[in-house]
T-cell receptor, first 112, second 120 residues
Framework: AQRVTQPEKLLSVFKGAPVELKCNYSYSGSPELFWYVQYSRQRLQLLLRHISRESIKGFTADLNKGETSFHLKKPFAQEEDSAMYYCALSRDYGGATNKLIFGTGTLLAVQP | DTGVSQDPRHKITKRGQNVTFRCDPISEHNRLYWYRQTLGQGPEFLTYFQNEAQLEKSRLLSDRFSAERPKGSFSTLEIQRTEQGDSAMYLC??????????????????FGPGTRLTVL
């Protein structure tokens, strides 16, 4: 079965500390992995996708197929990073995708 | 605002009533998705359209749920005989699938603000 697991409901760090939001997935085919973010009172928005290999707002995520993980990392957390983060999976149709399967989300709270 | 819009933003109804939600995607986007999100959970896929064709429906979409996208633009999601378990945030998203079928990085789903349904 296709599944995304985010083991932490809440991650609290101090400003300037490193951040790692964990995401593990279960998928038998060729997946595409995403991180979506939802800031307070805003809509869900794409942060990054593994196929792009980008760094967005200082965040990076590497797909580890051996460990079936796609952890989100940032070396120095900022207060404005406080938000709900969702890891999501989709089948890779050669760069395009359809339905997303989301994890339960991790609330990142960055303390001053 | 040229993003995905949803109407209404909030809906309170009594059990047994029918409700209908509307989603207006980004204008050039040909794919439209519906998701449902309950408290403490991530969004769960319900159904999606490419133009006016409904290509996939989740098992979550019981017979009481119906979605349409008659002209390939806006979409409606109707819930008949609502139950308390239908209380959730209903999210709409849209994306652009390359018409030529070539690979592209443009298939990013853009989400609307959601419609929060409360069934009393």
């Amino acid at each position: 079965a296709q599944r995304v697991t985010q083991p932490e409901k809440l991650l609290s760090v101090f400003k300037g500390a490193p951040v790692e939001l964990k995401c593990n997935y279960s998928y038998s085919g060729s997946p595409e992995l995403f991180w979506y973010v939802q800031y307070s009172r805003q809509r869900l928005q794409l942060l990054l996708r593994h196929i792009s290999r980008e760094s967005i707002k200082g965040f990076t995520a590497d797909l580890n197929k051996g460990e079936t993980s796609f952890h989100l990392k940032k070396p120095f957390a900022q207060e404005e990073d406080s938000a709900m983060y969702y890891c999501a999976l989709s089948r890779d149709y050669g760069g395009a995708t359809n339905k997303l399967i989301f994890g339960t989300g991790t609330l990142l709270a960055v303390q001053p | 605002d040229t993003g995905v819009s949803q109407d209404p933003r909030h809906k309170i109804t009594k059990r047994g009533q029918n409700v209908t939600f509307r989603c207006d995607p980004i204008s050039e986007h040909n794919r439209l998705y519906w998701y449902r999100q309950t408290l403490g959970q991530g969004p769960e896929f319900l159904t999606y359209f490419q133009n006016e064709a409904q290509l996939e429906k989740s098992r979550l979409l019981s017979d009481r749920f119906s979605a349409e996208r008659p002209k390939g633009s806006f979409s409606t999601l109707e819930i008949q005989r609502t139950e308390q378990g239908d209380s959730a945030m209903y999210l709409c998203a849209s994306s652009l699938w390359p018409r030529s079928g070539l690979t592209s990085s443009t298939d990013t789903q853009y989400f609307g603000p959601g419609t929060r349904l409360t069934v009393l």
